[in-house]
């Protein structure tokens, strides 16, 4: 079965500094793999996902994630956090099931600094 | 509606009693996840519908916990004599694609509805 690990349950970042969120995956096959972001008080939203192709991916928001096969991971970048960027982050890959539900890691709180 | 909308956004019930959750999905979306967010833990798949297909329960954790859905339109879950550990924050999803994430599908997520068992 397919698995998401967070290793970083809380990460802290000052303003304007870059950032990194690792994300590791369990699976067979290829992935489908992606990232939303929970603000407080709101629903999650979709940040990137990655299909296929080019292992970079582009999301909104500034950010930026790189799918590396051979570490299996999806870990997400952004060059210069915001305060407004203040969130929880959870990396998710799709199951198994033929009804492609979404497996989610347990999330990455992250706090940033004045 | 503009998105996925859920009620009540905050529950608190004593233990044994049931609860009913509601989620409206977006119009015109097929497709409608709910999952549980406990307390530090990541999010955790309960059960989904496609259409009138029958619904994947493969995530339910108890016979206490039951969902229905009419057609395309709003979905129920319902615990059954809640117990402490059923307290968490129950989000729904939908989504247009027919075969959701891996179809390319976003899902779109309601805020919530945060459930407190004393």
């Known amino acids: 079965a397919q698995s998401v690990t967070q290793p970083d349950i809380h990460i802290t970042v000052s303003e304007g500094a870059s950032l990194e969120l690792r994300c590791n995956y369990s699976?067979?096959?290829?992935?489908?793999l992606f990232w939303y972001v929970q603000s407080p008080g709101q629903g999650l939203q979709l940040l990137l996902k990655y299909f296929s192709g080019d292992t970079l991916v582009q999301g909104i928001k500034g950010f930026e994630a790189e799918f590396k096969r051979s570490q299996s991971s999806f870990n997400l970048r952004k060059p210069s956090v915001h305060w407004s960027d203040a969130a929880e982050y959870f990396c998710a890959v799709v199951g198994d099931s033929g009804y492609s539900t979404l497996t989610f890691g347990k999330g990455t709180m992250l706090l940033v600094s004045p | 509606g503009a998105g996925v909308s859920q009620s009540p956004s905050n529950k608190v019930t004593e233990k044994g009693k049931d609860v009913e959750l509601r989620c409206d999905p977006i119009?015109?979306?097929?497709?409608l996840y709910w999952y549980r967010q406990r307390l530090g833990q990541g999010l955790e798949f309960l059960i989904y519908?496609?259409?009138?297909?029958?619904?994947?329960k493969s995530g339910l954790p108890s016979d206490r916990f039951s969902a229905e859905r009419t057609g395309e339109s709003v979905s129920t879950l319902t615990i059954q004599r809640t117990q402490q550990e059923d307290s968490a924050v129950y989000l729904c999803?939908?989504?247009?694609?027919?075969?959701?994430?891996?179809?390319?599908?976003?899902?779109?997520f309601g805020e919530g509805s945060r459930l407190t068992v004393l």
């Open positions: 119009s015109g979306h097929t497709a």
């Open positions: 999803a939908s989504t247009l694609s027919v075969g959701g994430p891996r179809s390319g599908g976003e899902l779109f």
């Open positions: 519908f496609q259409g009138n297909s029958a619904p994947d």
């Open positions: 699976y067979g096959a290829t992935p489908y």
